[in-house]
């Protein structure tokens, strides 16, 4: 049985797993894959220490970091139910195997948001895309429109500056939320138009996408935009469905964690990063929080002297 097993495998599970490693916890860290959202990430410049990043190199960092960690074992994949199993937890994974811990940290992060809209499903891979840094470089010299207001929205308007002929940046509200810094950028860049307080109704298109239809949030004619490719980057879900059902969440689904200590309401199940309900969705907080975690888990293994 391991004292700890660790659900994930982007910042706040990596920085949980180097803390446990450190401490000489018996843990295994399961992941379906490594280094998170950030894989997905242009430039990140808010990394504390490194002025500039790209997030592909970072996320592949944060892994070798990971494994290169003495005493600790990687699995590469999806676990499927956490279950509570006598004074432990068993978790059941994908290929068919079954662990055991004492302990158990969720830091299964959280996935894509879908706008569920006419045509969004119809013309995926095929014009709707999610992640503006795998896809930007297939719209050269194309319009395209963003959808979303906040950082990950700004951050992949700023990405297909290089490639798009046109940057239509859309969102529901009136008030961006994206950091100034980004929002200047993409404004200042000649190519952008923000249309902000309005709602995508379709997408169309015939073989690829050929357009979308809007209206403003409060109503009113139905207008169209010609456009080839739409990177949709709106708010994100927990990752919760491994614990459904097990731990407290919220309306959003997303596991309530006393911050302090990033216990969940289970007693040895902790929950660290974007699938918490953290309030900052950002790589640094999850690393803090996966951190803090691991030091709480390990209080509690070794200190409080409970198990
Ligand atoms: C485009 C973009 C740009 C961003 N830019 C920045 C930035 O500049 N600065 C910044 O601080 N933050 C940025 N962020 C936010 C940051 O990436 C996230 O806050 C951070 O990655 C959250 O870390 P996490 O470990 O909680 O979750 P995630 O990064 O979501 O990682 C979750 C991990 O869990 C794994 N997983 C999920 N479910 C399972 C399962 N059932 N079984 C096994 N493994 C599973 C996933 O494969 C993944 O490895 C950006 C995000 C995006 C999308």
Redesign the pocket.
Known sequence: MYELII?????????AGIVSARKKIKTLV??????????????????IGTKSVS?FNL?KNLESHLKAQEGIEVKQ????KITKKGAGFSIE??KGETFEAKTVLI?????HRKLNIPGEKEFEGKGVFY???CDAPLMKDRAVAVVGGG??AF??AI?LLDYASKIYVLDRAEILKADEINQEKVRNSGKAEIIAGVSITEIFGDKMVSGLKYQSCDGGEIKELAVEGIFI?IS?IA?N??VNGLVEVNQAGEIIVDPKTQKTSVDGIWA?????DVL????????G??MKAALNIYSYLRIDNKK
């Open positions: 659900v994930g495998g982007g910042p706040a599970a990596i920085s399961i992941a379906d894959s490594f280094g998170g959202q950030w894989i997905m990430a242009g430039d990140i410049q808010n990394f997030g996320a994949a999806a676990v499927l994974i994908d830091a299964s992060g959280s996935g992640c503006a840094t950082n990950s951050e992949s990405s980057s994100r990752n469905e491994i660290a990063g974007d699938v918490t900052y969705k950002q790589g640094n907080v999850a690393i929080d996966g």
